[in-house]
C-alpha cells in the first residue's frame, strides 16, 4: 500500500487562462500527492491541454494560484516547472529516431567527464533506470526507430525521470497502441506510484483510467466538474460528467442491463 501524502505536491487553486477573447480555463482546482495517480479526463475543448502547458509553465495562469508542496510558486516558463520536479511527457514523445536509447535518455544531459562525453556511465545508468521500472528492450544501444510503439512510450517516460521529478505528466499514454502495448505502459503508470510519484494521467480511454487512477478529475468547458474516487465510482458517472449529462448512451445501456437483471431476478 503506497503512502498518499496529506499536503499536495502539485495544488492548482483558481486557476483562469484566457487568450483573447477566448476564456480556456476558468477557476480551476486540482491537487496532486505523492504516490497518487489522478486522470485528467473530459471532451475534446474542455481544456485539459490548456491545463497541462499551465502546470509545465507553456501558458503562465493569469489568475490563481499554482502551490507546490504547500508554498505558492511562480511557473512562467518550462524552464520553472522542470526545477520544482514537473516532467511531462507530450503525446508526440519528441524521440529522435536515428539516435539509440541512451542517447534519447540523456538528449540534453548528457554525462561528461573534463568535458568528454561519458558513454559508459551513460549507458550503465540508463540499464539500471530501466531494469527499475521493469522496461524491457532488446538493447539500450538500439535505435529508437527500431521500437515498437509501445516501447518507444516506455523509453520516453524512462527519459522524463532522469531529472528525478515528483510529478510526471503523460498526455495519452496508450493513444494508437494495441492491447499489449497499452498494457506494458499501464504497468509501468503503476510502478511510477510505487515509485511514490504524483502522475498526472490525461487520457480519453475510460478502461484505462479506471484501471490504474486513484482518482478522476474532469474538465468540462474549461471548468472543474467533479471528482471521483476510482473505487466510489462508475463508468457512467465519469461519463455523465463528461457530457454534462445524465441521459446517454452509457447511462441507457447500463439502465438496460440493470432492468434485465431485475426481470431476471424476479
Known amino acids: 500500500m503506497i503512502h ?23 477557476d480551476v482546482t486540482l491537487e496532486i500527492r505523492a504516490g497518487e495517480v489522478v486522470a485528467l479526463v473530459g ?3 474542455a ?5 497541462v502547458k499551465t502546470i509545465s509553465g507553456v501558458h503562465p495562469v493569469d489568475d490563481g494560484v499554482i502551490e507546490w508542496e504547500g508554498a505558492p510558486v511562480r511557473v512562467t516558463k518550462p524552464h520553472d516547472a522542470q526545477e520544482l520536479g514537473v516532467a511531462t511527457v507530450y503525446q508526440d514523445l519528441a524521440l529522435c529516431d536515428n539516435l539509440d536509447v541512451v542517447a534519447n535518455l540523456y538528449l540534453g544531459n548528457e554525462l561528461s567527464t573534463a568535458g568528454v562525453l ?16 521493469s522496461i ?18 516506455v523509453v520516453a517516460i524512462a527519459r522524463a525521470l532522469i531529472g528525478d521529478p515528483k ?7 496508450t493513444a494508437a497502441l494495441g492491447v499489449e502495448q497499452t498494457a506494458q505502459v499501464l504497468d509501468l503508470v503503476e510502478r511510477l506510484r510505487e515509485r511514490d510519484l504524483g502522475v498526472i494521467l490525461i487520457s480519453h480511454n475510460m478502461a484505462d483510467v479506471l484501471a490504474v487512477a486513484d482518482r478522476v478529475a474532469v474538465l468540462r468547458l474549461g471548468r472543474n466538474n467533479g471528482v471521483f474516487d476510482v473505487a466510489d465510482t462508475s463508468h457512467e458517472e465519469i461519463i455523465a460528467a463528461i457530457t454534462g449529462a445524465d441521459d446517454n448512451a452509457v447511462t441507457r445501456r447500463k439502465a438496460r442491463t440493470d432492468q434485465l437483471k431485475k426481470e431476471a431476478g424476479a
Do not use: C, H, W, Y
Not at 47 to 51: D, E, R
Not at 118 to 133: F, P, Q, S, V
Not at 167 to 173: G, N, T
Open 136 to 153: 524491457r528492450i532488446p538493447s539500450v544501444r538500439i535505435p529508437v526507430a527500431a521500437l515498437s510503439g509501445g516501447q518507444r512510450q
Open 47 to 51: 481544456g485539459k491541454s490548456t491545463l
Open 43 to 45: 471532451d475534446n475543448g
Open 4 to 26: 498518499v501524502s496529506a499536503t499536495p505536491v502539485l495544488a492548482l487553486r483558481g486557476v483562469s487562462k484566457r487568450f483573447g477573447a477566448v476564456q480556456a480555463l476558468t
Open 118 to 133: 561519458d558513454e559508459i556511465a551513460m549507458e550503465k545508468r540508463a540499464k539500471e533506470l530501466l531494469d527499475t521500472l
Open 167 to 173: 510529478i510526471v505528466i503523460l498526455d495519452e499514454p
